[in-house]
């Protein structure tokens, strides 16, 4: 048996190290899915018209759907209308302005699960944006990657900065017609990352989100963008972790992948969820639309997958040549 192989079986035969759960007050919408929640969504995040419009025709194209049964995979039926879609730990009214103004108890969350996000600490060479339930928290080396033109921030703050380059991409390679949690997704995300690589340019670090469900009865639906401009590079790990509760939760998040000519990403995930209990009790339902484009001549993806948790997986991953 390879050292590779082994790593892999001792990570998945230990004990779930990441089950605690964080005593934070949060903010959070009331239980249900219709459209007033997608507006109140569209409203916390002070979003331009375009998004609430795309949110809207994502969310009448939902009602139109089926839970896929392909994948011929057994588990109780989901009730939509049992889960928050919203729920963001209180802050002031502007939010922190820098890292130093995050609650310290996000910071020592992030501090247990390995992810040291304050300055003196930080990961040395790789730049993480950390997701809590419905919102970014945190993303470190931001300036660093500006100075380079990278664009490296959490899917919100996107929307309201570069609105010209979601509005082109968001949708491109997963529109929100594609399937049943894919449109689920375009109605309802709130966060994610969203990375941009001007072209020609080399991003000189890893860049890196982790993804946290804290709150009960939660969903978590983050949306991850990234583009690689002409002749530019980008290495991108994602990971996740959940607290150890006897209820499901559901995780359904969707990525983009855009490579233009001669780029080159490669991506990867670390999937870590609470898989539940030796009796089947809780666990987080994994249902996730992932795809890559390589758009341009000659361009590249690379793409690691490491599944590990979750109660149920259904993943959708695929790349366009």
């Known amino acids: 048996m390879s050292s590779a192989t082994e790593t892999i079986e001792g990570f998945v035969k230990s004990d779930y190290k990441y089950g605690f759960i964080t005593d934070i007050e949060a903010e959070s919408a009331p239980p249900g899915l219709n ?68 609650d310290p108890k996000l910071l020592e969350t992030y501090e247990k699960l390995g992810i040291p996000l304050h300055e003196r600490a930080k990961l040395a060479g790789v730049a993480v944006d950390a997701v809590f339930d419905s919102v970014s928290v945190g993303t470190t080396y931001k300036e660093t990657l500006a100075e380079k033109g990278i664009i490296f921030c959490s899917m919100s703050e996107a929307v309201q900065e570069h609105p010209e380059l979601v509005q082109r991409y968001l949708g491109s390679v997963v529109p929100y017609t594609d399937n049943f949690y894919a449109a689920l997704n375009s109605a309802v995300f709130s966060d994610g990352s969203f990375v941009y690589i001007p072209k020609g340019v080399r991003c000189p670090m890893e860049l890196s989100t982790y993804f946290r469900i804290n709150a009960a009865k939660s969903g978590q ?41 001669q ?30 484009i390589c758009k341009g001549r000659a361009s590249k993806i690379s793409w690691t997958q490491v599944e590990t948790g979750s109660a149920v997986t259904w993943k959708y991953p695929s790349c366009i040549l």
Not at 234 to 255: F, I, K, W
Not at 264 to 274: A, C, F, L, P
Request: glycine share 6%.
């Open 35 to 102: 459209e007033d929640i997608i507006r109140f969504i569209s409203h916390k995040k002070n979003e331009p018209a375009f998004m609430l419009e795309w949110r809207l025709k994502a969310y009448r194209h939902w009602l139109t759907m089926q839970p896929p049964t392909w994948p011929k995979v057994s588990y109780p039926p989901v009730d939509f209308q049992d889960i928050i879609y919203y729920s963001a730990p209180k802050k002031a009214s502007d939010g922190p302005k820098s890292l130093d103004e995050v």
């Open 221 to 261: 639906f983050e949306r991850t963008l990234i583009v690689a401009e002409d002749s530019s590079y980008v290495s991108y790990l994602e990971g996740c972790t959940a607290p150890m509760r006897d209820e499901n939760q559901l995780h359904a998040a969707v990525v983009e992948l855009v490579a233009l000519d």
């Open 263 to 292: 780029a080159e990403i490669k991506y990867s995930t670390v999937q870590n969820w609470y898989p539940g209990d030796e009796e089947g009790k809780g666990g987080i339902y994994n249902f996730v639309t992932k795809r890559g």
